[in-house]
């Protein structure tokens, strides 16, 4: 069974940053393409970044592109979120979340992730 743990969740004001971890179990965490998504009170779960398995393709959501980066370490089974220039709209629970087939593409689509962390809320103050 995959379990899948984020981290590093907190507040931070208007421009700073965060770097949110997913640590991963369960499953060969280097086979499978990994998304960050995020959702905000009232609002329907929302993309964010995904990653390829081997760390060599990303996409981003236009609202994020430019500010934040995903990233992963196979080794250490772990992805990353580095939020820089942190805007209010940023503000939202985080969930990890892991491909539902192994050497898939990185997907906008959450239906396309089988396995989802308890997420990690993140809170940036104006």
């Known amino acids: 069974q995959v379990q899948l743990v984020e981290s590093g969740g907190g507040l931070v004001q208007a421009g700073g940053s965060l770097t949110l971890s997913c640590g991963a179990s369960?499953?060969?965490?280097?086979?499978?393409?990994m998304g960050w998504f995020r959702q905000a009170p009232g609002k329907e779960r929302e993309f964010v970044a995904a990653?390829?398995?081997?760390?060599?393709?990303?996409i981003y959501a236009d609202a994020v592109k430019g500010r934040f980066t995903i990233s992963r370490d196979n080794a250490k089974n772990t992805l990353y979120l580095q939020m820089n220039s942190a805007k209010p709209e940023d503000t939202a629970v985080y969930y990890c979340?892991?491909?539902?087939?192994?050497?898939?593409?990185?997907?906008?689509?959450?239906?396309?992730?089988?396995?989802w962390g308890q997420g990690t809320q993140v809170t940036v103050s104006s």
């Open positions: 979340a892991m491909r539902r087939t192994y050497w898939g593409a990185p997907e906008t689509t959450p239906g396309l992730y089988d396995s």
């Open positions: 369960g499953r060969t965490f280097s086979y499978y393409a």
């Open positions: 990653i390829s398995w081997s760390g060599g393709n990303t």
